[in-house]
């Protein structure tokens, strides 16, 4: 017995609660095609994600450590992992589709210049004249025109409900700008999924890489509740937090706080009695979220991680210099356009000469970057 695409559909529909998405529902792909016989539509656009290059180079983009500053620090690779892990947890849980879920969490970060947000600060600037850059949007350029994998068609031809997922993608730090794709309707709950599971992640997964690096100390946590509450829960106090320690603090921190999460959004399902997933997209509010009590605890750990993580002099010092190199970059690739790999150069005329070097710098990782400049700018390495 085997599990062709129709029996995979029927099992969705059998499995989902009424408000998840079902692949078989699909508006489609823009460019057409047949789909696969063993795979539905969001597990394909799962695997077109995980073989592009943008998603490899990943692995060598900023989280908030530089990726040289240590093999153990989390990169935007395992950033990207654990967002889909928690979405799929969140989505499994509610009844919600996990290859959807999934599909978005894998693509939401793709358009991620290097050096993490202090990379995107840079562009944003230099692009002020030319529509600015935003690296939620650069991740849907990304799978819709500018990874080249196919003949037929630009980018990866994915599902609408991906896209859309992609577009109305917000977090705290990303707000969506969704004119081309319902802008009235809000997302999805599996959009919503990995929204809330890229913030969890992000929160929790700092804190970890904060504590192992020692910018963070655990006395400067006395006091912030959910700190408090993972003290309490391991009867722990004291001024060392061991390796096997750190790793329980934070696995139960993601526990409680998905556990929130799912306790919260089904008591308001419960109450609004949804019956499909445009009933979600139509409600005013988003139903997957915290409780308040949660929503309050993450707030104060979000200032926190801000004020004592973020602003480190030693996180600051690696931005400065991180936006120097950006900047060197593009006022470079501006003034003498012919440094440029001439596949870089062939696109100038299609996207204009300031997006071509955007999208290029953009698409590097931290080491590439570091490794460009000094072959611009230092005369003793060869070019």
Not at 335 to 364: F, N, S
Request: charged share 30%; proline share 4%; with cysteine.
């Amino acid at each position: 017995m085997y599990y062709d695409r129709q029996k995979l559909e029927e099992i969705e529909e059998k499995s989902l609660a009424p408000y998840g998405v079902r692949s078989k529902n699909s508006k489609g792909r823009k460019y057409g095609g047949s789909e696969p016989a063993y795979r539905t539509a969001f597990q394909r656009d799962r695997d077109r994600v995980l073989h592009t290059t943008a998603f490899r180079r990943l692995e060598y983009k900023t989280q908030v450590f530089f990726n040289y500053e240590g093999d153990y620090f989390r990169t935007r690779l395992t950033h990207t992992l654990e967002v889909a892990q928690i979405g799929r947890t969140l989505a499994r849980a509610l009844g919600a589709n996990e290859d959807l879920t999934e599909s978005i969490c894998l693509a939401h970060d793709l358009g991620h210049p290097a050096f993490g947000h202090s990379g995107e600060v840079a562009l944003n600037r230099l692009m002020r004249d030319h529509n600015g850059f935003d690296h939620n949007k650069q991740s849907v350029r990304i799978v819709t025109k500018l990874e080249e994998r196919y003949p037929d068609f630009p980018g990866l031809n994915l599902t609408w409900e991906v896209r859309e997922g992609m577009v109305k993608h917000e977090s705290e730090y990303d707000i969506s700008d969704a004119s081309d794709y319902d802008p009235e309707l809000r997302g999805n709950l599996e959009t919503q999924i990995a929204n809330v599971a890229d913030e969890l992640a992000y929160s929790a997964h700092d804190l970890d890489d904060g504590l192992r690096s020692g910018m963070i100390t655990p006395d400067q946590l006395e006091g912030i509740a959910l700190w408090e509450i993972l003290a309490e829960h391991y009867q722990w106090r004291g001024p060392l937090l061991d390796d096997m320690m750190r790793h329980r603090f934070i696995r139960h921190l993601v526990g409680i706080e998905v556990s929130d999460v799912v306790d919260a959004t089904e008591a308001r399902l419960k109450e609004l009695n949804v019956d499909s997933p445009l009933a979600i997209q139509k409600l005013p509010f988003n139903v997957l979220a915290h409780s308040e009590d949660m929503v309050r605890r993450n707030r104060e750990l979000k200032d926190f991680l801000y004020s004592k993580l973020y602003r480190h002099p030693r996180v600051v010092r690696m931005q400065v210099k991180a936006e120097r190199i950006i900047g060197d970059l593009f006022n470079a690739y501006l003034d003498e356009p012919t440094i440029l790999p001439y596949h870089v150069q062939t696109q100038a005329e299609k996207r204009g000469i300031e997006r071509t070097v955007c999208d290029y710098i953009a698409g590097m990782t931290d080491r590439y970057a570091v490794d460009e400049h000094r072959k611009l700018f230092d005369p003793f390495i060869k070019p």
